[in-house]
């Protein structure tokens, strides 16, 4: 079987994806392909980035409480998805990231986009996708004790973050369909986005409005009650 | 012989990226018609025609995509006419449709791919790369539809208990609100119970071991190898330069011979190959069927 099931194969995984494989196809990028095919390296690089913290994830001690945690929020955003106009994907992942740390948000926000494709649509964007919702998550575990203090940085968090989603997703059809990177065309890219953008911003800062109290309460009570 | 959707997950998904990717890495007009040629008859055969809000969709995105090159760059030097001051030139207009091409020919290999990759196949190549995120993947499905049973059950309760009104919208927002909170204190906490009781049968004591409906057999082998072979051979031809395109200030094919000619054939196999494995499988089904 070609299976990566061995700890010691996990483990090579970690060293070999940052230090070999990612700096080799950048460079393999930059020789063998022309200047027009950053597209390809990117979503190669993407691709690698995710199995690297994916990896770096089943090697840590997680226990299965924080396992089902992660599903059931996972799930949440999911079906979130399905809502018109508004997406809650963002300020769930936020949310899980700030009470149950960056792993956890990270994970929360890679499979959201994983697993909603396959009602949405998987395609090469999907790992474009799962990197920066992860990302997303990822940061705000890393800035959990302010954002979980004041509110007023939480909803600056949610609108930087619907930024930075749009702009990640802008520089990948920028680079799709030119195969380079054209600053024109990525502008041009970003002003036929704004409404996207402008609805992204807005979701992340109503749920996240919306969302805050009532789901710090119910993590912490399950902290408390269960001590997670 | 199988039919193409029967063979093991792993392969199917080496495959796919195979043919998606050889469509991606070369802007090659040639190779991206194959391509999307070999794409959408796999899409066809499989789904039967396939709906045809799909085909005009597709069809609409790669009109939209093929002209906005020529309208946002002006390089090339044949000129076919100016448009508010600037000059439409034909190579960027063949760039477009190269463009429009590859990008149409993925999305129609990734549409297949979703349609044969389902949930299952999908759990078993992530179970093999990590069982616990397989296990995140399956709970996460489950929990999908359970939300939506847990949700009708606690808006019942709560309007037999008369606390759920929807006569106005407000009432009627403030109502959805609780039942969503509800359902989410619940479903967070019966999950610790889950947790619980998992650890409690066990869970993580040792390693997992998994159920597999699928193994790699010979024919999974050899699809791995033939689909990473004429890859291979297709890397080869952009490496050494034969599939090079030169589309500014004049579009022009670099063909260097017999290379060229192997890069396209590779992948006019590696596009047609699953369709035909469909077509052997069609024509074997109707030879095979008893006529009284």
Not at chain 1, 76 to 93: N, Q, S, W
Not at chain 1, 185 to 191: D, G, N, P, Q, T
């Amino acid at each position: 079987m070609i299976v990566i099931r061995s700890k010691a194969a996990r483990d090579v995984l970690r060293c070999v994806i940052p230090f070999l494989l990612i700096p080799a196809v950048v460079l393999l990028g930059a020789a063998v392909f022309s200047e027009k095919r950053h597209a390809f390296v990117s979503l190669a690089v993407a691709g690698l980035s995710v199995v690297l913290f994916l990896t770096g994830f089943e090697r840590q001690k997680t226990g299965s409480r924080r396992l089902v945690i992660v599903s059931v929020m996972t799930a949440l955003a999911v079906v979130g998805r399905f809502i018109p106009v508004l997406k809650p994907v963002a300020a769930v992942t936020i949310m899980t990231a700030i009470y149950l740390g960056g792993e956890s948000g990270f994970l929360v926000g890679a499979m959201t986009a994983l697993i909603s494709n396959f009602y949405f649509g998987q395609g090469p964007w999907t790992p474009f996708q799962m990197l920066a919702w992860g990302l997303i998550g990822l940061f705000a575990g890393l800035l959990a004790d302010p954002l979980r203090r004041n509110r007023v940085l939480l909803l600056v968090y949610g609108v930087v973050s619907g930024i930075f989603y749009s702009m990640t997703m802008d520089i990948w059809t920028v680079m799709w369909y030119g195969g380079g990177f054209d600053p024109q065309l990525y502008k041009s890219a970003i002003i036929a986005a704004i409404p996207h953008t402008t609805a992204y911003v807005v979701s992340n800062v109503v749920f996240l409005a919306l969302m805050a109290d009532p789901f710090g309460e119910k993590l912490d009570r399950l902290r408390v009650k269960y001590g997670v | 012989m199988r039919s193409f959707s029967d063979f093991d997950p792993i392969a199917l998904t080496v495959y796919f990226f195979a043919a998606a990717g050889s469509a991606m890495f070369c802007m090659e007009p040639v190779n991206a018609v194959i391509s999307l040629l070999g794409a959408v008859t796999l899409y066809v055969v499989r789904s039967r025609g396939g709906k045809l809000r799909t085909h005009l969709w597709s069809a609409l995105l790669f009109i939209i995509m093929a002209l906005v090159n020529p309208v946002i760059t002006h390089n090339g030097k044949t000129v076919l006419f100016v448009f508010n001051d600037d000059p439409i030139t034909l190579e960027s207009l063949i760039f477009g449709l190269t463009s429009a091409t590859v990008i149409t020919a993925v999305l129609y290999w990734f549409m297949t791919f979703s349609q044969i990759m389902t949930s299952d196949r999908l759990l078993y190549v992530f179970g093999t790369l990590s069982p616990k995120l397989a296990l995140v993947l399956s709970m996460t499905l489950r929990y999908v539809r359970l939300f939506r049973t847990r949700w009708r059950q606690t808006q019942q309760t709560q309007r037999a208990l008369g606390l759920y009104k929807d006569d106005n919208i407000i009432d009627s927002i403030r109502g959805g609100l609780r039942v969503f909170s509800i359902m989410m204190t619940w479903s967070l906490e019966s999950g610790i119970t889950t947790a619980d009781s998992m650890a409690a049968r066990g869970y993580g004591v040792c390693r997992r071991t998994s159920f597999r409906r699928y193994r790699i057999r010979r024919a999974d082998a050899a699809l791995i190898a033939v689909s990473l072979a004429l890859l291979a051979v297709i890397c080869t031809g952009i490496a050494l330069g034969a599939l090079h395109t030169d589309f500014y200030p004049e579009f022009t094919l670099h063909s260097s011979g017999a290379l060229t000619v192997l890069c396209h054939i590779s992948c006019f196999v590696l596009a047609f190959l699953p369709s035909a494995f469909e077509a052997a499988e069609a024509i074997k089904w109707k030879y095979l069927q008893s006529r009284s």
